[in-house]
């Protein structure tokens, strides 16, 4: 049973452009949730993905987007990028319903905007 | 508004003796909470959770107290092992009609187990 992936692991941007993150869930779950890490901060909740479709949103601007295929993998999108958007952004999957309360994490993309 | 809070950023404690680590919540709607430890350049990795019915959890050496009244829960590791040095991040779980919906974190707290 593969784990939660995410990829690149690193990435530099300048302010203005715009950049995707992936993400692949665990094996078994149908419901991906994208956090943004702050240095010296918790995890704070961006937007959850179940059946391909928006299932929360967080307090993020709409440049802030997401994809969530067929396969459950996951892409989150970030348009005209800020230097606050420089962070640890990680990815969790889980399972809808009963006995899916535990969201499993990957091991984050760091992204340092300049 | 932070609606889930660790205050003590950081804790050391002797290998071998308990460790507390403790979390205050607001919304009286977290139906779920979770405690993830987190290593450097890791994600955050799922240790033990309980339910808001419930006041006790336990799973080896870990134990998390739920207090709902006082809107409090507390982690307690015995006992304390060096490879348990971590940031312990406390979360709670806000439940949308039956979906999972988001997680809600604390700032964390840094446990250092001196050998």
């Known amino acids: 049973e593969t784990g939660v992936t995410q990829s690149p692991t690193h990435l530099i941007k300048t302010r203005g452009q715009q950049v995707t993150l992936r993400c692949s869930s665990q094996?078994?779950?149908?419901?991906v949730s994208w956090y943004q890490q702050a240095l010296g901060q918790g995890p704070q909740f961006i937007f959850q993905?179940?059946?391909?479709?928006?299932?929360g949103r967080g307090n993020f601007p709409p440049r802030f987007s997401g994809l969530q295929f067929p396969n459950y993998s996951s892409e989150l999108n970030v348009n005209a990028l800020e230097l606050d958007d420089s962070a640890l952004y990680l990815c969790a999957s889980s399972v809808q319903g009963w006995g899916g309360e535990t969201q499993y994490f990957g091991p984050g993309t760091r992204l340092l905007v300049l | 508004d932070q609606q889930v809070k660790q205050n003590s950023p950081s804790l050391s404690v002797q290998e071998g003796r308990i460790s507390i680590l403790n979390c205050d919540y607001t919304n009286s709607m977290f139906d779920y909470f979770l405690w993830y430890k987190k290593y450097p350049a890791e994600g955050p990795t799922f240790l033990i959770s309980?339910?808001?019915?419930?006041d006790k959890n336990e799973d080896g050496r870990f134990t998390v107290f739920l207090n709902k009244s006082a809107k409090h829960l507390s982690l307690h590791i015995v006992p304390s092992q060096p490879g348990d040095s971590a940031v312990y991040f406390c979360a709670a779980r806000t439940n949308r009609g039956g979906s999972n919906y988001k997680l809600t974190f604390g700032k964390g707290t840094l446990l250092t187990v001196n050998p």
């Open positions: 993905y179940y059946r391909e479709e928006e299932n």
């Open positions: 094996s078994g779950h149908n419901t």
């Open positions: 309980i339910s808001s019915i419930k």
